[in-house]
């Protein structure tokens, strides 16, 4: 073994040799180089955004939501997907504004005759792929749509019984009985290109259809929209541009581009606001965190109203629930000023606002002199003493689902309250999974248990049907499993009656008699909320009554304002 | 060598085997009902039904597996419910960036936490030593998350220093993709701006998912090497006179890396699935959070996809130690069964 000569004790490390000078200077050398990569990569870092210039001359708005991206218009009815359906597709109708009512958009005007609603389409939309709209297209959109079977197909299923193209531009649609929802359905209906879905069939289950042009329209656009899709990362991103051939003139200060990303985390959202690189927060953020981003400049809340509430589910099959009386004094034992400040980010920026039954505020037979429930302890327990149970006979189960943190709140307020009345309550997280799971069973569904149900459509009969009719009992959003003749025959004979001014009345008698029911408590009516940068304006949400009521529309881009980016 | 990797990889398509087998098994015993949750709450009970029929969820459970086998080998995975999409689709989508972040992240884990592993072992018991050890037990002991927001935080948002999201910055073309990594494909390509770009997108994410490892690492390679250091060679190198770096790297640290490395391996394949939330932060199009999304929204094919391409990852480092270890130690000798 060749021997080294002694450079270092090797037990004290104490250095005694003639090249330690060497040694020295190569460790400073590396120590310099090491000091100028990392001020280099510093540099680099904060100076980036050299050769970004390009897109600063677009308008580009920037938001986050929650993944996945859905772009199939047959399947998207989730928040996101509800957003980019709005934007690369078209209806045929718009809701009013305000979301009243029907106004033309694809189809420039419609008759109804009894069951067959004849749509005139426009002439001269184009497709993102150049080609023109017609009839066939819209025919093929909604058989494509029923034979898949999600998202809004619930609107649409059983109750099509025809759709044929009478000519180019003409449709006509008949119903299997009187559809007084058809209208408020087609909102929903997105209009694909036949050509282009056909042309791209992947492997599938629907036939000679393969997949209907799923795993294409996963991806792709094939739609008439104002945005068409640049890039698409269904888990991560999706960026978006302006349609230079839109049917519609585009304002040219809608944004150029979009760039949704999904699934951030809050704090870098927060940061990213700060830094100008998010101009409208993700709903999904807690109300702390929507509190945080007001610190900084230029930052407000948009609110958006009229799309879901707070339902507190009440098992009307087990007991001490079964009992009429029990299920009142809850309702009148619950604290509503408190649960709803639970969700409020501001004394300004509300997150809810107190109900006073099953509709929301606005919608066709609600009725605003109806005074909103409030706590009242002497009332709760005389409804109590009216009950064949006593209060601490049973307990009963308060669920809350994972994935709403806020949800514990509300069962831990539930808890206190109705512990007042003598209430033995437990309190129990679920998934999401588990809880559909339960509900579909009387037995296992919980006593009590929260959910936002959200209407596809801004009509009573969308809101109502899905939560307190016979026929849909354990389904997610009925957990109650009411059945009650009354409330069956109320809710067909609003689907019956197309004469709106005689539909309202229907829907108050109706949401009377679930008042006198009680099969749920109508907690507060909740207020969408997303912090936004001063660099972007939403009318739709921004102006008094120009809400459309349909979850996704009031973000359609091109009627946003973006100021050029201030770099 | 040839043979052993052969056996090795002949036995990795068995283990493969048993995970999918074991993993269909559970995603489909686990509660909750796929066909809902993809339909969503407002779709009616005949619909859940019909979806379910389609979905061939309502089959003998030997007959869904050897459907989705059948499918497998010819390349097809599946379509995920979570994204509606082939599920290859979305992994291949989001797995080079993963790969990129794991990979970098690992380097950084071994080269920073082996060295301060043999600086905390040379000055053993003294004032280096306990600031190193401080440092290893604080980056063991907290989460990567944590670290990816506090790293965000600081030199992001406070200073301003580095990018918070993405892999580019807006209006930088991605490379051409020739191995998805874009480091390595910007090189190739001669595109040093981007190069640069993508490295200083890739630091903190790399640092926060690095630093529980290189704890972990310096750690393991400090107590390795101390042990090394009672050694009858190592006494005999120092009664030598050798100077202590060269006893350091070149007699103990090669036994001290052995186990150490095959700590590690597994630390490293463990953060392919553990890096979602670090993803999460810095807004990294990666892969992870897709597989943690398709285990809460009961995706069984996404759960399957995701858990082999995991397993498969595992068993390739594992194979990848195998050959490091032999590389160290001579004694070793790797040889097909």
Redesign the interface.
Known sequence: MKIEPAEKSVLNGKVSGGSVDAARSRRRRFVRLAQSAVIALIAFGASNTAFIDPLLAQTTIRLNENAPGDTDPARSTRAIGSILFYNIYDTLLLPGEGGQGAQPHLAESYTIDGDAYTFKLRQGVKFVSGNELTAEDVVFSLERLIAIGAGPAPLFKGWVKSAEAVDKYTVRITTTAPYAPFLAATFRLGIVEKAVVLANLGKGDFGEMKDYGQAYLVMNSAGTGAYKIVSHAPQTQTVLEKNPDYFLPIPADAPDRVVLSYGVEQATQVALMRRGELDIMSQWASPETKRTTLGIEGVSILGEAGLTALQIKLNTTRAPLDDVHCRRALALGLDYETLASLANISDDAKGARVTNGPLLNGMLGYDANIPVYKRDMDAAKAELAQCKYKAGDHEMEIVWLAEVPLEERFALLMQQNWGELGFNTKINRVPVSLYYQSVANKDTSPHVSQIFPSALSPDPDSYLSSVYGTDVRGQPYAAEWLSDEKVDELLAKGRETIDPDKRAPIYSELAARLRELQPSIWAYEAVTTYPKSAKVSVPLLEEPGRNLRVAGMNMMFRMMKAAPAAK | MLSYLIWRLAGSLVTLVGVSILIFGIARIV???PA??????????A?VD??RE?LGLDQPLPLQYFDYVSGLVHG?MG?SL?????VA??II??LPATLELVSASAIIMLIFGIAIGVFSA??RNRLPDHIARVFSLLGIVTPA?VWA?FL??IF??RL???????RL????AAPPTMTGFYLIDSLLNGQF?TF??A??HL?LPAIALSLPGLGQAARLTRVNIVEAYDQPYAEM??A????????AFKYTLRPALIPTLTVLGMDIASKLGNAF?VE????W???A??GV?TI???DLNGIIGTVLVISAFFLLINLAVDICVSLLDPRVHLRGA
Do not use: C
């Open positions: 509660p909750g009902d809902r949750l993809a339909l969503g709450p407002a779709a009616t009970a619909q019909e979806y389609r097809d379509i979570y994204t509606n999409r082939p689709s979305d989508q989001g040379r000055y998350f927001i965000m935080l992001s948002d301003g220093w580095f990018p918070i999201s993405g910055s807006e209006g930088v701006a640069m770009d490295l200083v630091a190198a120092r030598y006179g050798l100077s202590s770096r060269k006893i939330l999460a932060v810095f807004v199009p990666g892969v959070n897709y999304q809460l929204q009961k």
